[in-house]
């Protein structure tokens, strides 16, 4: 007789391929959807009717198998499959895709979610935040640009605010010195006329400039008074006009303080020792109370003090006079050359910095000692002088010693690290400074580091998922690191829509690192992962449960002939 049975087991024969038909359709409607995960659901046979469990043999007979009759289908479970979709370039360095098994990790609030779709922008306060709002988690840096691993953070890219500035390091120089040239044997000397003090003696570097008398007056009149400066404008050095410079009178203003003024001004450096005529560097006054001004070796040293040069100013700022007036005793000679280049503080403002070479000496056969003497109108008060020193070049041109030199210029009051320090390379391995026979010399900075304030401009994503910054000054910089989650069973996870997943009971707990480390993958820029969805699969899948949904409906439909059969015997 007919059995209501196979109706219910037609049921659920309808009933598993309509699931299954959801499960074909969501993975149908996905096809384009970023990075999006296939689905596949499993079918298990329902518990059965058991009719005999069967016997085991006998002496006499065999055994018998189990007499079962199966109740239906029933649905296993469904799976995912994390099998990587393709990656279409985009042309925007911003999308990011995962070459691997990793996901990236992305907040909401307090919730930690993971995922595969890359598609980040910045938002309104420049955080990466997937199409959703979540952001993105990762290392952030330092104040030095610094990865600092450990903790994740949101990060940050503030392109058109993010600054920087770099102080410089290393200069190298690359020219000839002219070994043939002019060996140095003086400098300039420069005289001025002797200084009388109020009582008509001689002054001396201890006198108070209120007490010097001015001789364009009769009567013991002093020259200066307190509150006016003493302002040196329009002098020259090797033909370059120096900065203009002021001393304040005081109550307690020396000649001493006037002469040190003058060596900072003119950028005299006193440390060289005698010149080779037997003239000391520096501004000196004598017994006669005459000054002498003598500058160091070299043309490029060469001072030029006219009449207008020394001025005495009003504490108004006006002009009173020009009190005093030089004499050109000698001329600095000596081959020598000087190249001014610019360099950057920690804040990224200009310093600019004079390098002067000058032939101290020749020696037949061991070649030649020159002088270089650094100076910077940029230091902080009024003194030109940075350095000096020799550097010695063999026979064949190449540098005895071929250490780079340091210097330091003093930046007090310019809100940079001071003193600002940095390298002059003379042999580096791209720029090299020789001394050989030429018509003249030749000196020149190659390269040096250091930049002025630069903005951040754009960002990429290396494969480490390190991202690194472009500012608009040339410089890169590491602004942070994706890092990537990686858990032993992906399967495991629950997604919870929007291409987000969420930690579920079976899928272990994440490991979180950087990209390309314990087999998380690479990160591609300028890329999206794919659906995996494979389509023509799809539809197979979806013949086969239409089929299977027509096959029990068959059942059902041959079950209710059967019980119209026999309701039909009992009329």
């Known amino acids: 007789m007919a059995s209501t049975t196979a109706m219910f087991t037609g049921l659920t024969g309808l009933s598993g391929n309509a699931r299954s038909l959801d499960v074909i359709g969501n993975n149908i409607a996905n096809v384009n959807t970023t990075a ?152 300039s000397r420069v005289t001025f006329p002797a200084l009388l003090d109020l009582t008509a003696t001689p002054a001396t570097g201890a006198t108070l400039l209120t007490n010097i008398d001015n001789p364009a007056i009769a009567g013991n009149q002093a020259l200066f008074a307190t509150g006016q400066t003493i302002q040196l404008n329009g002098a020259e050095k090797g033909g370059k006009q120096l900065a203009t410079a002021s001393l304040t009178i005081t109550a307690t203003t020396t000649v001493n303080d006037y002469l040190t003024f003058m060596n900072q001004a003119l950028g005299i450096d006193t440390s060289t020792g005698p010149n080779p005529d037997g003239f000391t560097p520096g501004a000196t006054i004598d017994a006669a109370g005459v ?44 081959e020598s ?23 101290q000496s020749r020696t037949g056969g061991n070649g030649t000692t020159w002088r270089y003497f650094v100076e910077s109108a940029d230091a902080a008060g009024i003194d030109l002088r940075v350095g000096t020193g020799t550097l010695d070049f063999d026979s064949s041109g190449r540098a005895v010693n071929p ?77 942070g690191q994706v890092v990537l989650a990686k858990f032993s069973n992906p399967e495991g996870l629950v997604d919870v829509g929007s291409n987000l997943f969420a930690v579920g009971p079976n899928s272990g707990t994440p490991i979180i690192t950087a990209p390309t480390t314990s087999g998380t993958g690479k990160i591609v820029g300028g890329a999206l992962e ?28 041959t079950t209710d002939q059967l019980v119209q059969q026999l309701l039909a015997i009992g009329r």
């Open 337 to 359: 050359v000087r190249h001014t280049f610019v360099v950057y503080d920690s804040l990224g403002s200009e310093v600019r910095v004079d390098l002067a070479m000058t032939l």
């Open 403 to 479: 250490q780079p030199l340091s210097v330091t210029v003093d930046r007090t009051g310019s809100g940079a690290v001071t003193p600002l320090t940095f390298d002059l390379n003379f042999n580096s391995p791209t720029a090299l400074v020789t001394a050989l026979a030429d018509k003249n010399s030749t000196l020149a900075a190659k390269f040096q580091n250091g930049t002025p304030v630069g903005v951040l401009n754009s960002y990429s994503v290396g494969s480490d998922g390190v991202i690194t910054g472009s500012f608009s000054n040339g410089q890169t910089r590491k602004v």
């Open 36 to 187: 999006y995960k296939s689905n596949r659901m499993l079918f298990a046979s329902q518990f059965a009717r058991n009719l005999s469990l069967g016997s085991e043999p006998s002496d006499t007979s065999g055994g018998s198998n189990p007499a079962q009759i199966g109740l239906g289908v029933t649905i296993a479970g469904t799976q995912r499959n994390f099998n990587p979709g393709s990656l279409s370039p985009t042309g925007d360095s911003r999308d990011l895709a995962i070459d691997g098994e990793g996901f990236f990790l992305v907040n909401r609030g307090a919730q930690r979610f993971y995922t595969r779709a890359g598609a980040f922008r910045q938002d309104s306060a420049n955080n990466l935040v997937n199409v959703t709002g979540e952001r993105l988690q990762g290392y952030g840096v330092d104040a030095n640009f610094n990865i600092v691993t450990g903790t994740l953070t949101d990060l940050n890219v503030p392109v058109g605010q993010l600054r920087l500035a770099e102080a410089t390091t290393d200069v190298q120089f690359t020219g000839n010195l002219n070994a043939g040239g002019t060996v140095a044997t003086r400098g």
């Open 530 to 557: 794919q659906s995996n969805v494979d389509l023509a699969q799809e539809f197979i899948n979806m013949i086969l449960a239409s089929t299977g949904y027509s096959a029990s409906s068959r059942v059902i439909t």
């Open 291 to 334: 000054v002498t001004v003598v500058g160091n070796i070299g043309t490029i040293n060469a001072l030029k003090i006219d009449q207008n040069s020394i001025r005495q100013v009003s504490a108004a700022g006006t002009v009173l006079s020009t009190p005093f007036t030089p004499t050109n005793v000698a001329t600095a000679d000596g």
